[in-house]
């Protein structure tokens, strides 16, 4: 099947008590679309200044990524600088440079409007709606958004949380867009504003899938080192996606399949910065993974 | 099997988002003892003051505890006053008064000595090893601790956990121990110290189970309301131990369905005050609750 992610693609700059790295490739939009390309074609949607390294784009379009949505604008790349500390649950941003992001407004290319699982990560949920409403009849799509936007665009986002099938968020932002401490609570006055599903992620204490009828929670996969958490929320989105995709399913039992998947995934991706540990391993080595994960929970 | 438990008995007044109760039966003994109860026969030590509530004493009697371990001391009993908000992750304590349990030195009697499970739950360091050495030939021995004696008795507590099986601490705990915030690495860490496994208590996150072959994570039973977290990681570790005396196992896949029992079980512990919920429940209810949790994991 088709997938379609509209996203930031980001120079990052990063350091953890791993270590540091300077202008790495980033952005939601390229998490999610290499953690699905391990199971899925992905066409891309998003903008990158004239100072976009070439060897960034050859790489995507390596993994199977359509770039034909890649927009080139005069200037700068979106820039974003951040740490970690501790238990690494939270980055510090240490500045952002929105640069060609901040004007970005997606334009769909008309081979890309018959695709049929959409992801608009993080964005303004204006520019969301804008893009679902450019999409023919997609069978499956999902959104992200972040605590900026639940601030400024509330109304906006709640609008769109009735157009979309699913909704993906962090537990801090679910307590900040629905006043509930409690992560039932949450999803459940989430699942009230529209959407068939809701997905909250807990970071390193995994993720919860609601529907109506049913939840459904996993831990994240156990590491014992952490090199750079940053991206693991989309290439956790991307990996869910791309496996949906890639099975062309969208039953609450193949949902639960892609969370476990997006789960494995986004294990991977935090065991290096940028993109270097998912460029290290191809689908048996996410498929072990994923076999040791389900056996860790048998009981 | 026999499953001994020392520990405190106390009468807790509790404030919480959902109410306040005065001067009700708690304590990490008590919530242990009830919780192991639903699967096998306790034998609690313990020491209460003059003030005891007698129905307190009946309520336990009836539960197949056996109370010969419970001293009655002049004066009055252990008081603890705590409130939560918000996430209900930690308790704020507004006021203690060991009163008895401040000067408790706990005697084993001598029919208890041949106890085949035993739980040392939260108590010094120093006592928790008295009470070792005068059981015989124990099958599976676990400790709890908290903070206060990680700071204090840093080395009887690492010498400690040379002596037992299993050592059960929750994450923050882990992280002071050890200096390590990845669960994890602390965990391996604490396998170091002597421990055969170590269960890491992640409250609303669920549980890690590790030995020196696997990791065994799985989430807590997701709740729509949280009544009173007071007693959770106690009624766990009874949940877990219980389990275990009952089915006279200790093998690593028996450790792991137990761990999920504790979890099930601490599920209904906070749903009510004090045993409030325990009260009105029984086995075909934990069993219940088991089978869905095991179904919301299963992808």
């Known amino acids: 099947m088709s997938l379609l992610v509209v996203g930031s693609i980001a120079l990052d700059s990063v350091e953890t008590p791993s270590g ?18 391990f199971y899925t074609k992905v066409r891309l949607v998003g903008v990158v200044g004239d100072d976009f390294p070439p060897e960034h784009r050859e790489l995507l379009k390596s993994r199977n990524v359509d770039i034909a949505g890649l927009e080139v604008s005069r200037g700068k790349t979106f820039r974003w600088r951040g740490s970690y500390e501790g238990a690494m649950n939270a980055a510090t ?27 608009l990560a993080n964005c303004s949920p204006r520019l969301q709606k804008s893009v679902l409403s450019h999409v023919k009849s997609p069978k499956l799509v999902m959104c992200d958004t972040m ?8 109304k906006e986002l709640i609008d769109l949380l009735g157009r979309v099938d699913g909704f993906i968020i962090n537990d801090a932002e679910a307590a900040q867009l629905t ?26 204490h995994g993720a919860m899938l609601m529907d109506n009828q049913s939840i459904f929670c996993i ?17 956790f989105a991307g990996g869910m996606m791309g496996h949906l995709s890639g099975s062309g399913k969208r ?4 949902l639960k399949r892609a ?9 991977f991706n935090v065991q290096g910065f940028s993109l270097s540990k998912f460029r290290s391993i191809d689908t048996s080595d996410i498929e072990k993974r994923f076999s040791d994960f389900a056996e860790m929970m048998r009981f």
Chains 1, 2 share one sequence.
């Open 93 to 119: 941003t240490l500045d952002v440079q929105l640069n060609c992001f901040g004007e970005f407004e997606p334009k769909i290319p008309e081979a890309f409007r018959d695709s049929e699982y959409v992801f």
């Open 20 to 37: 540091k790295v300077e202008e790495v490739l980033g952005g939601s939009a390229t998490y999610f679309s290499y953690a699905a390309s």
């Open 179 to 204: 006043g509930k401490h409690n992560l039932v609570s949450a999803g459940r006055t989430i699942l009230g504003y529209g959407p068939r599903f809701v997905v909250i992620k807990k970071g390193e």
């Open 251 to 254: 039953d609450i039992a193949a």
């Open 147 to 154: 605590n900026f936007y639940i601030d400024t665009e509330r």
């Open 259 to 267: 969370l476990a998947f997006g789960t494995v995934i986004a294990s």
């Open 219 to 235: 831990p994240a996969f156990p590491l014992e080192e952490v090199v750079d958490p940053t991206g693991a929320g989309d290439s």
